[in-house]
C-alpha cells in the first residue's frame, strides 16, 4: 500500500492551497480517508475526514470555513482546498485511510502517508 500526499509549500497568510493524496494497493473506495498535521513541538491533530461514500465529513473547528475535504473514488484521490491560510497552520500534513471511520477520527488510521509539508508566513 502507498499513501503519497502533494501540494504543500510555502504561502502568505490569507492564500490558498491545495492538498492532494493519492493511493495504491488498496480499494480507495473502501476507505474512510483523513487529513491530520503535526506542527513543531506539539501533537498530531485531526485536521479533516471523510466518508468511503464521501456522504460524510468532520473538520477540526479551526479549520471550518476555510478548509474543504473531498475525494475523487475514480482516481483514488483525496483532496483538502485550503483557504485563507494562517501562520497557525504551518505544519506536515499527513493523509490516513482507514476502514473504521472511529479509529481514523482518532488518529489511528491503517494507512499513511509521508506528509507534505505546510509553511504559511504571516
Known amino acids: 500500500v502507498q499513501v503519497v500526499e502533494s501540494g504543500g509549500g510555502l504561502v502568505q497568510a490569507g492564500g490558498s492551497l491545495r492538498l492532494s493524496c493519492r493511493t495504491s494497493?488498496?480499494?480507495?473506495?473502501?476507505?474512510?480517508m483523513g487529513w491530520f498535521r503535526r506542527a513543531p513541538g506539539k501533537e498530531l491533530e485531526g485536521v479533516s475526514c471523510i466518508h468511503w461514500h464521501g456522504g460524510n465529513t468532520w473538520y477540526a473547528d479551526n479549520v471550518k470555513g476555510r478548509f474543504t475535504i473531498s475525494r475523487d473514488n475514480a482516481k483514488s484521490t483525496l483532496y483538502l482546498e485550503m483557504n485563507n491560510l494562517q501562520p497557525e497552520d504551518t505544519a506536515m500534513y499527513y493523509c490516513?485511510?482507514?476502514?473504521?471511520?472511529?479509529?481514523?477520527?482518532?488518529?489511528?488510521?491503517?494507512?499513511w502517508g509521508q506528509g507534505t509539508q505546510v509553511t504559511v508566513s504571516s
Open positions: 490516513a485511510a482507514d476502514r473504521t471511520w472511529v479509529d481514523l477520527r482518532r488518529g489511528q488510521g491503517s494507512h
Open positions: 494497493g488498496l480499494t480507495f473506495a473502501d476507505y474512510n
